[in-house]
């Protein structure tokens, strides 16, 4: 199992689950509640699944792809170390990632 720890845009939230291996972060927060669309399903079509890697994190994960790049700058809040949670691939490499929720996040499928 992995662990993820996803902080609240305030800070004032925190919470850590267990993820299998294999499974994408956007999948994992969805399900723990993080206010995530996800709305283009995976298709990259969007930049509603943007999250903040801690920096001590960001070098553990593979390198963004071009488009993903593209598509995070049309997103707002983005920092040096925003990366799209659909294009985040969970491993046991990752085990105690962190990542926090962007000021603005939110789920128009109120989850």
């Given at each position: 199992?992995?662990?993820?720890?996803f902080i609240s845009?305030?800070?004032?939230?925190?919470?850590e689950?267990?993820?299998?291996?294999?499974q994408?972060?956007?999948?994992?927060a969805?399900?723990?509640g993080q206010?995530?669309?996800?709305?283009?399903?995976?298709q990259m079509?969007c930049?509603?699944?943007h999250v903040?890697?801690?920096?001590?994190?960001f070098?553990?994960?593979?390198?963004?792809?071009e488009?993903?790049?593209?598509?995070l700058d049309?997103?707002?809040?983005?920092?040096?170390?925003?990366?799209l949670?659909?294009?985040?691939?969970?491993?046991?490499?990752?085990?105690?990632?962190?990542?926090?929720?962007p000021?603005g996040?939110?789920n128009?499928?109120?989850?």
């Amino acid at each position: 199992m992995t662990r993820v720890v996803f902080i609240s845009a305030d800070g004032e939230h925190r919470s850590e689950v267990e993820a299998s291996p294999g499974q994408h972060l956007l999948d994992v927060a969805q399900a723990d509640g993080q206010p995530l669309e996800g709305t283009c399903e995976g298709q990259m079509a969007c930049s509603t699944c943007h999250v903040i890697v801690d920096a001590a994190d960001f070098a553990r994960l593979p390198r963004a792809s071009e488009m993903e790049e593209d598509l995070l700058d049309l997103a707002s809040h983005v920092t040096r170390t925003s990366r799209l949670a659909c294009q985040i691939v969970l491993t046991d490499a990752l085990d105690g990632l962190t990542v926090r929720m962007p000021v603005g996040a939110r789920n128009m499928q109120g989850r």
